[in-house]
Nanobody, 126 residues
Framework: QVQLVESGGGLVQPGGSLRLSCSASGFILNYYSVGWFRQAPGKEREAVSLINGQSDTTIYADSVKGRFTVSRDNAKNTVYLQMNSLRPEDTGVYYC???????????????????WGQGTQVTVSS
């Protein structure tokens, strides 16, 4: 059974950092694309980043380039999202999602990911 569990969210001041974790079970994470999405209150869910273990591909939304880094630990079957220089506009529920074994052409489309975690809240506020 495919399962994804996010953790690591919380309240942080602007300029601070958080590291989110996405722990996977029921499949070998390194074989698939994993995306990070976020949803702010009253807004649509948007793509943040993707990592594909087989191709070593990483992709970032323009809004987080240079501040966020996605990585994986194959031994722990976990993907991480290191978030630095956080801004109030980074606030939202962050989700990880599992895609397919290839890097999707539409990496930013929710339909490219059939499996989703429950999300973890990130709040950036002073």
């Amino acid at each position: 059974q495919v399962q994804l569990v996010e953790s690591g969210g919380g309240l942080v001041q602007p300029g601070g950092s958080l590291r989110l974790s996405c722990s996977a079970s029921g499949f070998i994470l390194n074989y698939y694309s994993v995306g990070w999405f976020r949803q702010a209150p009253g807004k649509e869910r948007e793509a943040v980043s993707l990592i594909n273990g087989q191709s070593d591909t990483t992709i970032y939304a323009d809004s987080v380039k240079g501040r966020f880094t996605v990585s994986r630990d194959n031994a722990k079957n976990t993907v991480y999202l290191q978030m630095n220089s956080l801004r109030p506009e980074d606030t939202g529920v962050y989700y990880c999602a599992r895609g397919f074994k290839y890097t999707p052409a539409r990496w930013d489309a929710q339909t490219s990911y059939p499996y989703w975690g429950q999300g973890t809240q990130v709040t950036v506020s002073s």
